[in-house]
């Protein structure tokens, strides 16, 4: 297990997936991997990133579409792979918004490289920041959540104070509700790391949640434990513009 940064693989070919992994892992990176724009989706949806390796080629819906599309939604860091070393690929990669590229075939140390390069030019910018400026107030059963001033109100207009662990919980929650989350997916979105075996730390942040939000926290509505899946943010949570 490892604290390091979160790299998201997208490539059909499963040998390069299979070994941009095994050898980012050996260097302390956390890697997930997708096959097609399909299942690049999926894993954002589940998982929080730091930087996307994407290849170029892909079935479906190509890496220059998919770039495209992402960059539209995030600042999320990525670096383009191709089989095509050719100049005009290069431009037009970086022109969809790639923040590197690099030709196939590609020795895994220079990658790691551009990988660490890429990191340290775009460090700084968290997940809870990046949604702070998209959408820094949020709505819920008659609660208000300020996370530009890092404020929870109550119905009644009382503020709720919340520590830092409490916040970037109910902060992953109210940008995934209605959704369930496993305790691994809690802490990688919330803390930026994987789960240690028998670690139950966001057991215990979950119930400190509950005794500020729900009515009667040996009860819960709000936050629902889902047997054998995790937890669940039940509410309509609405972003006034």
């Not at 170029?56 to 990525?78: H, I, K, Y």
């Not at 996370?147 to 830092?164: D, H, K, N």
Request: proline fraction near 6%.
């Amino acid at each position: 297990m490892t604290d390091g940064p979160h790299i998201l693989v997208v490539d059909d070919d499963r040998e390069i997936r299979d070994l941009v992994a095994r050898y980012l892992r050996q260097h302390g990176y956390r890697v997930q991997s997708a096959a097609d724009g399909v299942q690049m989706r999926r894993e954002l949806a589940d998982w929080s990133f730091d930087l996307v390796i994407l290849d170029l080629m892909l079935p479906g819906e190509d890496g220059l579409t998919l770039c495209r599309r992402l960059r539209a939604d995030s600042n999320l860091p990525v670096i383009m792979l191709t089989a095509m070393g050719e100049e005009t690929d290069r431009i037009i990669g970086l022109e969809m918004g790639a923040d590197d590229y690099i030709a196939k075939p590609f020795n895994p140390r220079e990658l790691l490289a551009r990988i660490k390069a890429v990191l340290r030019r775009t460090s700084g910018v968290s997940g809870a920041e990046k949604a702070d400026a998209d959408a820094p107030i949020h709505q819920f059963s008659g609660w208000t959540f300020n996370m530009a001033s890092r404020e929870l109100t109550s119905p009644q207009g009382v503020l709720t104070p919340l520590s830092a662990g409490e916040f970037d919980l109910l902060s992953t929650f109210v940008t995934h509700p209605r959704r369930v989350l496993s305790r691994e997916q809690l802490l990688d979105m919330s803390r930026g790391r994987e789960a240690l075996p028998f670690d139950r730390s966001i057991d215990v942040q979950v119930s400190r949640l509950r005794r500020k939000i729900e009515a009667d926290p040996a009860s819960p509505v709000l936050i629902t434990t889902v047997r054998g899946g995790g937890y669940m943010f039940t509410p309509e949570v609405k972003t006034p513009k």
